[in-house]
């Protein structure tokens, strides 16, 4: 009872509210920013935590307003991810046939072990090397913290992960766009490739957009294939890691294990694919979801300084940069053979 009330007095505090009306306020800037063409590369998501960052290296933040930025980057979160759902159509999935969705998952398998294999040659820390991998093979940012409770990763290691995936996609979008001109692919075969490769959402449609409106709608379709798959390979994950870890007591399969807000995004999904909300209340929510999203990541960036990026990063970059390279080579190979 008297935890209860504690939590209520920290909801009603001022200094709480002031913190989280903080990372609404980068969230809402990210998005206007993101309006503009060269910008609209990075997406609202990247711009939050760079907007974070800058943000802490140039005012000083109140101590008193942490906790509305850990609210805002922890539990909004949490709702933004399963709001993020109805993104997703399943049915867009099953039809788009069984080679594509293969192409997916090889992809996705592929730059997970070959990112997380070069961040353990670089001797990058390992929940780092976790998050840098799941971002590059899944879904960009929102897998990297989706997947951070999992490996239980703290802020600093979970807002450098996002702004190297974040980063690294930017980079390559710019390399497809030109790329696209010199490649034999046709407009649908080259959506696809640019959805199995990619990290964010915001650099498949950026890419793809070379290709016309149809290499677009391929590529977004795919993309979210990766992005369904996050829902299993986070629950792999939380086990293996669990598994792994020396300091973990339990070893036997816990419900805790379940990433429940994971879940949430998958039952999201099978509602949008039922097609019982209509297609503006499914836009809203949508964009919602990134609304939050983008504050858990302005969270984020406000509690992580350059330097620490410069420290924890560099060699996580290089280990993705290359795994990015050998994923896109890989996934080239995979449109030419089964598509």
Known sequence: MVNRQHKL?????????????????????????A????????????????LGMTWR??????????????????????????????????ADIYHAGAN??????????????????????????QKLGILTACGTAIC???????IA???????????????????????????YTVLYSIIDLTPTAYGIFAGGTLHEIAHVIAAASAGGNEAIDIAVIVKLTRVALLVPVAIVIGIFYRRMDKSEEKKAF?????????????????????????????????????????????????NVEMKTFKELGVKAFIAGLIGSVFLSVLGYILVILLY
């Open 9 to 33: 007095k920290s909801t009603l505090n001022p200094n709480f509210l002031k913190g989280i009306l903080l990372t609404l306020l980068i969230a809402l800037v990210a998005k206007y920013i």
């Open 35 to 50: 309006t503009f063409p060269f910008l609209s590369i990075l997406g609202q998501l990247v711009i939050a935590i760079i």
């Open 57 to 90: 290296a140039t005012f000083k933040i109140q101590d008193s307003w942490q906790v509305g930025i850990s609210f805002s980057s922890k539990k909004l979160l949490r709702f933004g991810i399963i709001l993020l759902g109805m993104r997703l159509n399943l």
């Open 100 to 125: 594509v969705f293969l192409i997916a998952v090889i992809n996705l398998l592929f730059a997970l072990i070959v990112v997380y294999g070069l961040t353990k040659i670089f001797k990058v820390d």
């Open 140 to 146: 960009g940012a929102a897998a990297v913290v989706a």
């Open 149 to 175: 409770p999992q490996i239980k990763a703290n802020e600093k290691e979970t807002a450098v992960g996002a702004a190297i995936v974040a980063l690294l996609g930017t980079i390559f979008t710019l390399i």
């Open 254 to 302: 816990s419900l805790s294990i379940i990433p429940w807000f994971i879940l949430g995004f998958l039952a999201m999904s099978a509602i949008n694919s039922l097609g019982i909300i209509p297609a503006n209340v499914s836009q809203a929510l949508v964009d919602t979801a990134y609304i939050l999203i983008a504050m858990a990541m302005a969270g984020l960036g406000l």
